[in-house]
């Protein structure tokens, strides 16, 4: 399955030294682009990390012209090696596709027999749900690490930092976990965990 936009363009950039990465910013600033489009302002690309710049690119620019445009520049600043990564696309394993319970059988009176599935134990984030979306404040950060880590893609993405409120972004975000693996709620965890330790940790405790 091909990799986003978003994290190739993540890929490439994080590639980068820091001198490399400055001279990205400041390329970008000032080549000329295609029509219909604006530079991003320089006060937002300085602060910006490699994450932060590729939700800059794709948010200004859409995904084609993102791509485009950051090969490009990569080519300008002598990256050529990035660029032609970024040309060349990616494989990516989705870690997020359901689970299917397979069936166990039995042999005791001499013939096959179907036994239902033991009910998993329920993983932190569902046993917690409510909780998390209550009281889950850095939202933003959460949806950075599971958009690098491929849990979520664009539009996943988009949609959820669409919402207005904090509880409204981690609802629409606890709508995908019938969807989910283990794996993508381990990766879930592991962000809460990064992104908001205490609140984890009280919720553990």
């Given at each position: 399955?091909?990799k986003?936009?978003?994290q190739?363009l993540?890929?490439a950039?994080e590639?980068l030294?820091?001198g490399?990465?400055r001279?990205f910013?400041a390329?970008?600033?000032?080549?000329p682009?295609e029509e219909s489009h604006?530079?991003?302002?320089?006060?937002r690309l300085?602060?910006?990390?490699?994450v932060?710049l590729?939700?800059l690119l794709?948010?200004?620019?859409?995904?084609?012209?993102?791509?485009?445009l950051?090969?490009?520049?990569?080519?300008e600043?002598?990256?050529?090696?990035q660029?032609?990564?970024?040309?060349?696309g990616g494989e990516?394993?989705?870690?997020c596709?359901?689970?299917?319970?397979?069936?166990s059988?039995?042999t005791?009176?001499?013939?096959?027999e179907?036994q239902?599935?033991?009910?998993p134990?329920?993983?932190?984030?569902?046993r917690?749900?409510?909780?998390l979306?209550q009281r889950?404040?850095t939202?933003?950060?959460?949806?950075?690490?599971?958009l690098r880590?491929?849990?979520l893609?664009?539009e996943q993405?988009?949609?959820?930092?669409?919402?207005?409120?904090?509880?409204?972004?981690?609802?629409e975000?606890?709508?995908?976990l019938p969807?989910w693996?283990?794996a993508?709620k381990d990766?879930?965890?592991?962000?809460l965990?990064?992104?908001?330790k205490f609140l984890v940790?009280?919720?553990?405790?």
């Open positions: 399955m091909a986003s936009a978003r190739r993540m890929d950039l590639n030294h820091d490399e990465l001279k910013k390329k970008v600033a000032e080549i682009l604006e530079h991003i302002p320089r006060g300085e602060k910006a990390d490699a932060d590729s939700r794709i948010s200004y620019y859409k995904q084609d012209y993102a791509l485009r950051t090969a490009q520049v990569l080519e600043i002598n990256c050529k090696d660029a032609q990564k970024l040309r060349g990516k394993t989705a870690c596709n359901p689970q299917i319970p397979v069936p059988t039995s005791t009176s001499g013939r096959n179907t239902p599935p033991a009910p134990e329920q993983h932190f984030i569902e917690h749900r409510e909780a979306i889950t404040a939202v933003e950060g959460i949806l950075d690490v599971l880590d491929d849990v893609d664009d993405y988009q949609k959820i930092s669409a919402k207005s409120t904090s509880q409204e972004k981690m609802r975000l606890f709508r995908l969807s693996n283990q993508c990766k879930l965890y592991e962000a965990k990064m992104k908001n940790a009280d919720l553990e405790g």
